[in-house]
């Protein structure tokens, strides 16, 4: 059974960085396709970044591109997003998620079959 563990949330101010991490587990994930997503208050989930395991291509959102930075460690099972010059309009609930299906550079909530529970980052401006 596949689970995924973020952490890495926190308080910060506008312009500073946070790095949130995903510890996955219960499948070797080599062919899957991983992705940060976030959910903002009275809005919709969005794709936020994504990653293929096997050869680390990458993919992000245009609101975040230059600033959010995706990566895995595969010795660690962990997946990694390294957010810098955070903004107020990046308060969100962060959830990793996980499919075996093939790596698309814009991902979807509903192509995703894994779900973590979340961690929360807030901006203050």
């Known amino acids: 059974q596949v689970q995924l563990e973020e952490s890495g949330g926190g308080l910060v101010q506008a312009g500073g960085s946070l790095r949130l991490s995903c510890a996955a587990s219960?499948?070797?994930?080599?062919?899957?396709?991983m992705g940060w997503f976030r959910q903002a208050p009275g809005k919709e989930r969005e794709f936020v970044a994504g990653i293929r395991w096997r050869g680390g291509i990458t993919g992000y959102a245009d609101s975040v591109r230059g600033r959010f930075t995706i990566s895995r460690d595969n010795a660690k099972n962990t997946v990694y997003l390294q957010m810098n010059s955070l903004k107020p309009e990046d308060t969100a609930v962060y959830y990793c998620?996980?499919?075996?299906?093939?790596?698309?550079?814009?991902?979807?909530?509903?192509?995703?079959?894994?779900w973590g529970k979340g961690t929360l980052v807030t901006v203050s401006s």
């Open positions: 219960g499948r070797t994930f080599s062919s899957y396709t």
């Open positions: 998620a996980a499919t075996p299906k093939s790596f698309q550079v814009v991902l979807t909530s509903r192509a995703m079959d894994y």
